[in-house]
């Protein structure tokens, strides 16, 4: 068991850790791809559409960029239709999510070989399961058999393995439509314009205001966490101060606070109301900024969540990642490629840390590198829990073949600061 104080510090510093840590990092690589589809009006939402051989390959190069921008910019295309699963897997298992950054920052020639294995991998086995189903049919039978009592009658309409979302509405148009814009159908500010209470006006103003001072917020959170990189992702005090301790902790807490409130009330008020959902063009830059806030602000929602599950459960089961990733010879693999099954980026950012310091082979980064998949699962998540479940499962395979195959037919590869 864990004391009162220590659980207090451990929520404190997974609300502080998890905005800077990532969230700052995601926010700046949706606002770019979002920025690209207002300059390019929604010109590369068709050219997926119009490119079906070649979607793989380019949800593969959105999840290569550091950070999870990309890939979480991918998962509502999938909602809507507009690329296939194979595409979805490619995506997550190229995800280099933002552990990239402390690979970048503290091992350089590591990442090249790590994430272009990844890359690669996830390009073949996108296509394979395209071409060739791979058992997406049983596995999507499965989950859906679990998964019916855990949903109060389960997930509705198309499967998975037939080629599309496994949720209510989407064969209605629901979930967005070429003539729709991505829009869904009674969006959070048509709702609120219906409620006419004296709340409305002053709720909105405030909320335009909180979204104001995310920005703010979040570019602080990404000088802290540039800095936090570059010093070797150090241990930092939880702090109120004019120094790096004391902009990592005000911009954590401050970047926290508006994301819930921005997901959980704001959304009401002013934006589209649901996240997730895709957008081919953008009325304004302000509009872009805002799409990118409250998609980043649901993000933050689950990354919090996933911070707090991963921390009270290694405080309470005294689980040890370190020794996990030590784990002996073909194991060290298996175990980079078994962590990257949990969501989010905080056990990855540890790994990755790990092999920094030296501590795991070059082969248990790669395996962990090709089956995360960040926090772009997130966004999956929330709308297609069935779809999110099967593919990282998929991210997996490629993950141990790889991984394995490193092990035996290159096992003194050394980049960085990794081992052997």
């Known amino acids: 068991m864990i004391g009162a104080q220590e659980a207090l510090d451990i929520f404190a510093f997974s609300v502080r850790d998890g905005f800077v840590q ?43 960029t550091p950070g999870c921008g990309g890939a979480i910019i991918a998962m509502p295309l999938y909602i809507r239709g507009t690329i296939s699963f194979g595409t979805v897997v490619a995506t997550l298992a190229a995800t280099a999510g933002d552990s990239a950054f402390v690979i970048l920052a503290l091992a350089p020639e590591a990442a090249i070989y790590a994430y272009g294995l990844a890359f690669v991998s996830a390009v073949l086995f996108g296509y394979a399961i395209d071409l060739y189903g791979l058992g997406v049919g049983r596995v999507d039978s499965a989950v859906e058999r679990v998964s019916r009592p855990m949903t109060d009658g389960g997930f509705a309409t198309t499967s998975v393995a037939e080629g599309g979302p496994s949720i209510p509405g989407y064969d209605t148009g629901e979930y967005g439509s070429a003539s729709t814009h991505g829009h869904s159908r009674s969006s959070g500010t048509d709702r609120a ?6 709340l409305h006006e002053p709720m909105r103003t405030i909320s335009h205001g909180v979204h104001v001072l995310w920005w703010i917020v979040a570019f602080a959170g990404l000088v802290a966490g540039v800095e936090y990189l ?3 992702a150090p241990e930092v005090a939880m702090e109120l101060g004019p120094t790096f301790f004391g902009l990592f902790t005000v911009a954590g807490l401050l970047g926290t606070t508006s994301s819930f409130y921005l997901h959980f009330v704001g959304r009401r008020y002013i934006g589209e109301g649901e996240a997730g959902r895709v957008r081919e063009s953008f009325a304004s830059t302000y509009e872009t ?14 990354v919090i969540a996933a911070y707090l599950l991963y921390e009270y459960s290694i405080a309470i089961f005294a689980l040890d990642v370190g020794a996990l990733a030590a784990a002996a010879g073909i194991f060290a693999p298996i175990a980079g490629a078994m962590l990257g099954l949990i969501p989010g980026c905080a056990p990855q950012i540890v790994f990755a840390t790990l092999y920094a310091e030296g501590e795991i082979p070059f082969s248990a980064l790669t395996a962990n590198a090709i089956s995360q998949d960040g926090d772009a699962l997130f966004p999956l998540l929330a709308i297609d829990a069935k779809a999110a479940i099967i593919a990282t499962i998929y991210t997996t395979i490629p993950a141990l073949l790889t991984g394995v195959a490193l092990y035996f037919w290159w096992p003194f590869a050394n980049f960085g600061f990794g081992v052997a």
């Not at 900024?289 to 689950?302: L, P």
């Open 193 to 198: 314009s219906e409620d006419e209470s004296w």
């Open 230 to 232: 570059r010093r070797g």
């Open 22 to 64: 990532v969230s700052a990092f995601v926010a700046i690589t949706v606002l770019v791809f979002s920025y690209v589809q207002y300059r390019t009006g929604g010109r590369m939402v068709t050219w997926l559409e119009n490119h079906e051989r070649l979607q793989p390959v380019a949800g593969a190069l959105l999840g290569l």
């Open 289 to 302: 900024f805002q799409h990118a806030a409250m998609e980043t602000a649901m993000v933050t929602v689950w």
